[in-house]
Structure formats: C-alpha cells, structure tokens
C-alpha cells in the first residue's frame, strides 16, 4: 500500500505528489487510512507483494508461451457436459463475429446508429421464441442459471405467490442460484425428488403443490440427461394455478424433441453458449428466455426486447422496445437488475443457427442422439457399468461405475488422456457413484471407442 513502493506507480500514473495533494483534499493522512476501514491493519500486507520483476514484451511472451506447454490436452476425448454441451463451430462464425460493426457488446440505445445490432437481437429473439415454442423471447440474460432465477422471478411477480418447487433434476448449481435469488425475498426453493427412471415424481409434487405455489421448475433433458414429462409437470403446475418453467441447458436436444411451449411450459430458458462459442473457464454465457406472448408476461419480462416498426417513409426499422435495468427504476422495485449485454455471444448463436438452418439443427441433433446411444450402450456393456436411471435419453447419460467411486475412475482416465466425464459426487454424496458422460457430433466413432476402453481399463 506505501506509495513508497515503485511498483505501485507501474500501474498508476500518479506521482507520489499527486497523492499527497489528492489526499489532502479529502482529508486522508495517508493511503493506508483511506483503506483502513475495508482492510483493517491487523491484515494488511506489510511489504511488497512477492512477484518476480516485470517482464518485456518479448520475454513475456515466451513465458506465457512456456505456461501453455504444461497443458494437457486430451482433443477429442473430453465427455465433459453437465449444462455447458460445447458443439463443433464452423469458422466462419468467428469470421463474421469479428467484424468491428458486431464485435462489440454494448447496449443498442440509439436506434439511428444501431440498426444492424438491433435487427441481430430481433432475429436471435425470433429463433429463441421458435427454438422454444414461445411467442415472446427477450435478449441479454447471463446465463442459462440467472435465467432461470429470472424466470422464478417473473413467475412470482405473475402469480403474487411466493413458494416456488423445483425438480431435483435441475441442475445442482442452477438450483445454488436460484436459492441465492430467493433468499434475499426470505423465500426459499423446494425439492421434488426423483423416481427410479429419472424423471420428476409427479406424486411427490402433487403433494408439494397448493394455493400459495407460484411455480415449478423442470429441465429437459434433466442433469443426468433423462427426459423429462414436461407436459405432465405443466399440467399438475397448472391445476394448482402455478406456473409452469422449462429449462434446456442443451437446446440442440430441441432438434428431436418437442418444444417446451407446446408441452404447456409458460417460460422456457436455457443457456445457448455450446451454440455460440467454445466454453472457457469462467464464462461468459448465454441465457436463452422466452414467455407466452400476453400482456400480463410482457409487462413482467426481464432483460431488454427488441421490436420491428417502420419510420415515417414506411422502411422496416429496429427500437429496443423493452429495457428492464437498475439504471431506469428503483432497483428494489425493477422487474430484472441486469446490467451487463450479452450481445456478442448472442450474435455468434443467431450466425451459427442462421448457418445450420432447421433441417442442419434437426440433423446435428440426430447425430448427436446416435452418438449418445452407441456410447451409451458401449459403455453400459462393461463389467460393473450401468444406466444410472433407466429413463429415455438424448446424448449426454448417466452411469454407475464399479466400486462406487465416480472421482477415482475420472482421474484414472484423464492420466490416460481421456476426459471420460463429470463425477457427480461433487454436488451430491448420493451420487458419488455417479458418471456423467457428454458424447457429441465432435466425436468420432474412435473417440467413443476409446472411451469404453479406458473406462474398461481403469474401473479393474
């Protein structure tokens, strides 16, 4: 913290007398003071912090270089989903995402110089709200677990109720943060359990339903990849006068499936980056979200929607319509506190679907689903391996490992190059014996074999 150290003008352009004068005026006797109330004395560090010198360009380069070679890099051989389902990009999506007109993700609020970015959103709104059978889709959701907050939050603005069930095949961490959403209203999320095939337990959640339920949350397909009755749990949220939330963490499932919105879902959400962009560590991601089209579910939408309209010669124009932010209203009392645009990963999904078109949607999905299978089957005939649900699947699945520890046989087969899947005994100890494999189109019917076999060899 001393200005005293030569390190700390590396970073700022101030000079030891441009702090003095600054503190001066605020009446701070030295840096360490202005910071004393956020970093108490007791644990401030008292010394430089210990980092070698800095570097040049070059060297820096080479160093980072150097860092990159201690990868591992096992390629075709990662299974690894459980909610981010990476798919093959073609190039000319980074091509067209790169362009200095798109590669930005600021938020379009002036119309006369935003017409190519408002359009894209209205486009990527119109492939959401056909993706899931909905009529109103909006734009600028983080990801596919904030949407599913959102989406709870939406159902309690509409229904005034605030109890809200979820299955317990959503995901562990969407349900973390819807939790974490919901605690802040003193409210908290409830579990309906599971039955031997996977799926929602209808009878667990007739019982959990009543007049004061404001919605159920359900994911198709589910973490452990089964698919899921939607229109059985819409239709008992229903009678219950709640509200019915899809969620799809693997939209391209959607190519063979039918659309949540067809199956009586009233909001639909998902995370869209596996058709966007490669995963990375951190994000970002994508929230796909889409509602009924009434104006009760407009008027409670979150996130920003854009509209087409025509300008006083009659030429097709783009507005952002809809722009639910802290900025424009009482936070406490805005229908969404959203602040950052995913506008850019938004762009590279609309260019990728755009690029696919339904019939390549449908067919990538096929291929996906084939390749599920023949893994699945593959692996499901190993000694000690077995579904661990027995409920219908689309690729990703999972299986029971011998000896009952999912952990140990995924570090066994990454020292032999293969990411063979998530090990789920890290959300749930009830599901320490628990595999879950992610097979793609990326994969080749050597990677999937090669997956068997390692998987036969490190479960001895």
């Known amino acids: 913290m001393s200005t005293q150290n030569r390190s700390y003008h590396r970073y700022l352009p101030h000079t030891d007398a441009d702090v003095a004068r600054m503190l001066e005026v605020i009446g701070v006797p030295s840096v360490q003071a202005l910071f004393a109330e956020l970093i108490p004395p007791p644990i401030q560090l008292k010394r430089p912090l210990d980092l070698p010198p800095a ?55 002036q119309p006369e110089i935003s017409q190519g970015t408002l359009q894209i959103v209205f486009e990527y709104q119109t492939m959401v709200a056909e993706l899931f059978g909905l009529g109103l889709a909006n734009a600028s959701m983080y990801d596919g677990s904030t949407a599913a907050a959102e989406a709870v939050l939406m159902a309690r603005r509409l229904s005034g109720r605030k109890r809200a069930l979820a299955s317990l095949g959503l995901h562990p961490e969407y349900r973390q943060v819807v939790s974490t959403y919901l605690h802040g209203l003193d409210a908290e999320l409830e579990s309906v359990p599971l039955t031997a095939d996977g799926r929602t337990d209808l009878a667990a959640l007739a019982e959990r339903l009543g007049n004061d339920v ?4 359900v994911q198709v397909p589910n973490f452990f990849g089964v698919i899921e009755d939607v229109r059985a749990v819409a239709q008992a949220a229903h009678a219950a006068g709640a509200l019915a939330i899809a969620v799809v963490a693997e ?10 919105g067809a199956l009586g879902a009233d909001i639909a959400v998902g995370e869209g980056i596996g058709l966007a962009i490669p995963p990375s560590l951190g994000g970002p991601g ?13 008027k409670a939408l979150p996130g920003r929607l854009v509209g087409e309209t025509v300008d006083k010669q009659g030429r097709r124009g783009y507005v952002l319509t809809l722009a ?24 590279a999904f609309t260019i990728h679907m755009s690029m696919l078109g339904r019939r390549g949607f449908r067919e990538l999905a096929h291929l996906c689903y084939a390749k599920g299978q023949y893994a699945r089957d593959a692996v499901c005939a190993l000694p000690g391996f077995e579904p661990r649900f027995s409920g219908p699947s689309f690729a990703e699945f999972a299986v029971r490992v011998p000896g009952g520890d999912a952990d140990r046989v995924a570090r066994r087969a990454l020292e032999r190059g293969v990411l063979a899947g998530v090990a789920c005994g890290r959300w749930e100890a009830a599901y320490k014996d628990t595999l879950l494999i992610n097979p793609s189109e990326a994969h080749r019917k050597a990677d999937l074999d090669r997956l068997a076999v390692t998987l036969a060899e490190v479960a001895r």
């Open 251 to 260: 939209p391209l499932a959607l190519g063979l499936l039918a659309p949540p």
């Open 214 to 217: 404001g919605s159920v949350v």
């Open 55 to 109: 570097l040049d360009e070059a060297a820096l380069l080479e160093h980072l270089s150097e860092l990159a070679q201690q990868n591992q890099t096992v390629g075709r051989t990662t299974f690894l989903g459980a909610g981010v389902h990476p798919h093959t990009i073609q190039s000319a999506v980074d091509m067209l995402l790169m362009r200095s007109e798109l590669y930005t993700a600021y938020t379009p609020y």
């Open 324 to 347: 639910t932010r802290e900025q424009h209203i009482r936070r406490e009392r805005a229908t969404s506190n959203i602040c950052t645009n995913t506008g850019l990963v938004a762009t």
């Open 286 to 298: 994508l929230g796909l979200f889409a509602a009924r089209d009434q104006p009760d579910f407009r």
